[in-house]
């Protein structure tokens, strides 16, 4: 005996009215509750869809879902890290690498010649403000696709953490730059910056435009409910 598609609908609501709130984490729960009632089945076909699910929950204990959420939630973190790191890698190729030294050359010579230490400040801060409404923009974008999908997905929140915590975590950099005025006459410094700010805007530009694209393809390819919800 197998659950039907109402039934199905009915395990999710379950699961967020118990503050699951990732879909690809509900999912996870889903696929456990549903195996399980259906093994009471066979045990009991008179049991009622709705006991066998309260005889699940109670299983979890007093905490209901809290423990395997966190248990889930690790495990998935750690498949999603292990895809956006072999992401990064993968963009990383030898003409890519050759391109980065390039930039960062060009990058060098002109900080180096053309910036005085009052431009490169006022640069720097210019980058840090142009970011924080780039930061904020995505976040809102972000918000409204949720309001419209009513779906949260693990692995797209956090790609977008993880190019929160880009930014926010160079901005100090910037910022240290700027007000602590180092010294732009040694060549070390300005190496240092230039290759350190090329890197950080290219892992940016592959988190918030690369990265996303390829995981819409993971997550059509690992649940396929994304794919049905994300066709237009």
């Excluded at 299983?59 to 750690?78: H, S």
């Excluded at 005085?116 to 640069?123: I, V």
Aim: aromatic share 20%.
């Amino acid at each position: 005996m197998k659950l039907t598609p109402e039934q199905i609908d009915r395990l999710y609501q379950f699961t967020r009215q118990h503050y699951v709130e990732w879909y690809d984490l509900q999912t996870e729960l889903v696929d456990h509750l549903a195996n399980a009632i259906e093994q009471q089945w066979q045990e009991n076909p008179k049991i009622s869809f709705e006991d066998a699910l309260q005889v699940e929950f109670k299983k979890f204990g007093i905490f209901g879902f809290m423990e395997v959420i966190k248990e889930k939630q690790i495990a998935l973190g750690k498949k999603y890290k292990k895809f956006v790191w072999n992401e990064l890698v993968q963009f990383f190729t030898i003409p890519k690498i050759i391109f980065t030294l390039l930039l960062t050359l060009l990058f060098y010579y002109l900080f180096h010649l053309l910036f005085s230490k009052d431009l490169l400040s006022a640069f720097h801060l210019l980058i840090a403000f142009i970011g924080f409404i780039f930061a904020f923009r995505i976040n809102s974008k972000y918000q409204k696709y949720k309001k419209e999908k009513g779906k949260v997905w693990y692995l797209e929140e956090m790609i977008k953490n993880y190019s929160f915590m880009l930014f926010f975590g160079y901005l100090p950099f910037q910022l240290g730059n700027s007000l602590l005025r180092l010294d732009f006459n040694s060549d070390g410094i300005i190496g240092f910056m230039v290759f350190f700010t090329v890197i950080f805007y290219l892992c940016l530009f592959i988190i918030v435009f690369e990265i996303p694209s390829k995981a819409e393809d993971y997550l059509k390819e690992t649940y396929p409910e994304y794919a049905l919800e994300n066709v237009n």
